[in-house]
């Protein structure tokens, strides 16, 4: 498993949260999805071989959400 932090712009409350933890976990070889809202951040525990980091971005990004590059 490899960690990867993802630095996200609006991300603002709990509904943020549950939308983008529902749409990474949802991807295959992700471990654990962490949401820090004050950071603007989402560390993920993930096999980069299943889920590689630019395809956990557009799940993000389909959310919504930007996605710093």
Known sequence: ?????????????????????KAVSALPGIGSVAVDLQAGTVTVRHDPDQSPVNKIKLAIEDQGYDVAP
Do not use: L, Q
């Open 1 to 21: 498993m490899m960690e990867s932090i993802i630095k996200v712009d609006g991300m603002s409350c709990e509904h943020c949260v549950r939308a983008i933890t």
